[in-house]
């Protein structure tokens, strides 16, 4: 079946280190893959996303690669900063129809 | 601020009540959604719409019924609810995946408690 997973419910870093989220998607069909970030009170922001055909992409302060041989996608936040607390949702399209189905989510702690 | 915009922001009602959730887009977003999303849990999709029909039903209890007047506006009629429908829900808008995928843009919700 389809699935998107995160490895770890919460991830606890050092303000000013780099946050690495990983997540696990099992539908090699998928060719269109996001990152949303969930504050508390608020719906899913859009952070960055990445298609099939690429590895790497990059935005402001945020990187997401992609293994397609494992199956595997990762967001990389360089430099975190208390703002950057919240629950990151990675979510995968693989379809014809617009349905994305969203990963479990893990939540950012960030340590003073 | 999103440009997806959700009201109210909160609602509480008993099962016997009747009320409607709005969203409303104006970013030219061809596809319209709803999800419920329940605490530490991801947004779970109901329903899809694009130009402005009924797309995806993801088998939803009939005492929810979507509505989409026109291309900016998306409404969800709430009848004879259930306390397990008490969540959080999502108004989502999307571009026209026909010239490629898309992410889609998220309200922020409207918190619903069913007495």
């Known amino acids: 079946g389809e699935s998107v997973g995160l490895h770890l419910p919460t991830l606890s870093v050092q303000e000013g280190d780099n946050s690495i989220i990983n997540c696990a998607y099992s539908?090699?069909?998928?060719?269109?893959f996001i990152w949303y970030k969930q504050e508390s009170g608020k719906g899913p922001q859009f952070i960055i996303d990445?298609?099939?055909?690429?590895d790497k992409r990059q935005g402001q302060r945020v990187t997401v690669l992609l293994n397609k041989t494992v199956k595997h996608l990762s967001l990389q936040i360089a430099a975190t900063q208390p703002g950057d607390s919240a629950v990151y949702f990675c979510?995968?399209?693989?379809?014809?129809?617009?349905?994305?189905?969203f990963g479990k989510g893990t939540r950012l702690h960030i340590l003073p | 601020d999103t440009e997806v915009t959700q009201t109210p922001k909160h609602l509480v009602m008993g099962m016997t009540n009747k009320k409607s959730l709005k969203c409303e887009q104006h970013?030219?977003?061809?596809?319209m959604y709803w999800y419920k999303q329940k605490a530490k849990k991801p947004p779970e999709l109901m329903f899809v719409?694009?130009?402005?029909?009924?797309?995806i039903n993801e088998s939803v209890p009939s005492r929810f019924s979507p509505e989409c007047p026109n291309s900016s506006l998306l409404n969800l009629h709430l009848h004879a609810l259930q306390p397990e429908d008490s969540a959080l829900y999502l108004c989502?808008?999307?571009?026209?995946?026909?010239?490629?995928?898309?992410?889609?843009?998220f309200g922020d919700g409207t918190r619903l408690s069913i007495l």
């Open positions: 719409y694009s130009y402005e029909k009924l797309s």
């Open positions: 970013m030219g977003h061809r596809a």
């Open positions: 990445i298609r099939s055909n690429m």
């Open positions: 989502a808008s999307s571009q026209d995946k026909r010239t490629g995928p898309q992410p889609q843009h």
């Open positions: 979510a995968e399209n693989g379809r014809r129809d617009d349905k994305i189905i």
């Open positions: 539908n090699s069909a998928s060719d269109y």
